[in-house]
T-cell receptor, first 112, second 113 residues
Framework: GQSLEQPSEVTAVEGAIVQINCTYQ??????LSWYQQHDGGAPTFLSY????GLEETGRFSSFLSRSDSYGYLLLQELQMKDSASYFCAVRVNTGTASKLTFGTGTRLQVTL | NAGVTQTPKFRILKIGQSMTLQCTQDMNHNYMYWYRQDPGMGLKLIYY???????DKGEVPNGYNVSRSTTEDFPLRLELAAPSQTSVYFC????????????FGPGTRLTVT
């Protein structure tokens, strides 16, 4: 099976930088995705890492270390609208299909 | 494009009743998924489909059934509803080579009492 660990809550100040970590244990690992979910909303895709290193998309960056089974999501220049839950998800290959297994999420609270 | 649409948005069921949650996507995606999300938790995969006529179980399939007769539609059937099935249900889709990037519908909030 798969297991993922991420902090349950993080608080940061508007304009600051915050890092949300994710460690995983899985077989058939293909890559690590990140999703954002506002309260009452649907998850939306943020980024994906299949290879080691940093992927940058605007204010958001995501990092993966396959040897350490570890990744993180970095949010820069935080804005109030970034207050949401963030989920890491491992992509695994079952042979018939690729699937995602989601972590339990990190609730980010951005304060003034 | 409407993306992924789900109906109904809300539903209250009595124990033992049955219902079908509808999901439709207009992006011509081969892959479709059903997840459930309990309060404060992550998403758990119920069933998925890699194309019309092909479905497979996810992590928590008990109490549910699916079918995939067309590329666009992937309904989820709840038989004999139980309070443990109270949850938010999300349908998602992705293209075959991009399972890491899934597009989610707005969700159905289901309460079983």
């Amino acid at each position: 099976g798969q297991s993922l660990e991420q902090p349950s809550e993080v608080t940061a100040v508007e304009g600051a930088i915050v890092q949300i970590n994710c460690t995983y244990q899985t077989s058939g690992f293909y890559g690590l995705s990140w999703y954002q979910q506002h309260d009452g909303g649907a998850p939306t895709f943020l980024s994906y890492n299949a290879l080691d290193g940093l992927e940058e998309t605007g204010r958001f960056s995501s990092f993966l270390s396959r040897s350490d089974s570890y990744g993180y999501l970095l949010l820069q220049e935080l804005q109030m609208k970034d207050s949401a839950s963030y989920f890491c998800a491992v992509r695994v290959n079952t042979g018939t299909a690729s699937k995602l297994t989601f972590g339990t999420g990190t609730r980010l609270q951005v304060t003034l | 494009n409407a993306g992924v649409t789900q109906t109904p948005k809300f539903r209250i069921l009595k124990i033992g009743q049955s219902m079908t949650l509808q999901c439709t996507q207009d992006m011509n995606h081969n892959y479709m998924y059903w997840y459930r999300q309990d309060p404060g938790m992550g998403l758990k995969l119920i069933y998925y489909s890699v194309g019309a006529g092909i479905t497979d179980k996810g992590e928590v399939p008990n109490g549910y059934n699916v079918s995939r007769s067309t590329t666009e539609d992937f309904p989820l059937r709840l038989e004999l509803a139980a309070p443990s099935q109270t949850s938010v249900y999300f349908c998602a889709s992705s293209s075959q080579g991009s399972a890491y990037e899934q597009y989610f519908g707005p969700g159905t909030r289901l309460t079983v009492t």
